[in-house]
């Protein structure tokens, strides 16, 4: 079935630091592949998204490219700051509606 | 727009009580979800619905879990009995459309403990 795997957490780097959290999927069909983002006690929030291959989705200096030859949707920030502290949800969205997950990476941005 | 609300934002009971979880959707979306997040297994999928049908149930673990949509605007999840294992935060989260680009919105999620 359709999975989405990410680098495992707890990722902790200084502000200013570059970020990677890779994500690999495996679906059948042409899925959309979004980000979505979790701050503590809150529900998530979509953080960006890429419908088709080579689309880059991009939002508050965060960007992930969909790249359907490596399947995968890594998402990059340049200049990370202790506001981007949360955990970070890769998901891919099958042609049948479904929304799944991964499992998750835990980003803490220290001063 | 006031987003996908769900209620309450936190439950406590005894095991084997029922519990239920309410959700209201943003208004015009045709879908909705029910999600499950423990730290063991992350966010599952629980089931999701089309037009107030159940679409796909079959993150639904168990016979003590169930969930209907009488109309477009009111979801609910209902454990009964309640065991400590369902202890969780379920979110709810709603989308328009079924196209595969279009994003899912959460709600803010009801913490269940089961003592």
């Known amino acids: 079935g359709d999975s989405v795997t990410q680098m495992e957490g707890p990722v902790t780097l200084s502000e200013e630091a570059c970020l990677t959290i890779?994500?690999?999927?495996?679906?059948?069909?042409?899925?959309?592949l979004f980000w979505y983002v979790q701050y503590p006690g809150e529900g998530l929030q979509l953080l960006l998204k890429?419908?088709?291959?080579?689309d880059k989705g991009s939002n508050k200096g965060f960007e992930a490219t969909y790249r359907k030859e490596t399947t995968s949707f890594h998402l990059e920030k340049g200049s990370v700051q202790v506001s981007d502290s949360a955990v970070y949800f890769c998901?891919?969205?099958?042609?049948?509606?479904?929304?799944?997950f991964g499992q998750g990476t835990e980003l803490s941005v220290k001063p | 727009d006031a987003g996908v609300i769900q209620s309450p934002r936190h439950e406590v009971t005894e095991m084997g009580q029922e519990v239920t979880l309410r959700c209201k959707p943003i208004?015009?979306?045709?879908?909705l979800f029910w999600y499950r997040q423990t730290m063991m297994r992350g966010l599952e999928l629980l089931i999701y619905?089309?037009?107030?049908?159940?679409?796909?149930d079959s993150g639904m673990p168990e016979d003590r879990f169930s969930a209907k949509m009488p109309n477009a605007s009111f979801s609910t999840l209902k454990i009964q009995p309640s065991e400590p294992r369902d202890s969780a935060v379920y979110f709810c989260?709603?989308?328009?459309?079924?196209?595969?680009?279009?994003?899912?919105?959460f709600g803010n999620g009801t913490r269940l403990t089961v003592t």
């Open positions: 989260a709603s989308s328009l459309g079924r196209d595969s680009n279009s994003p899912l919105h």
């Open positions: 890779n994500c690999t999927y495996t679906a059948t069909g042409y899925p959309s």
């Open positions: 890429a419908t088709k291959a080579d």
């Open positions: 998901a891919l969205r099958n042609q049948g509606g479904k929304l799944i």
């Open positions: 208004s015009g979306h045709d879908y």
């Open positions: 619905f089309n037009n107030n049908v159940p679409i796909d």
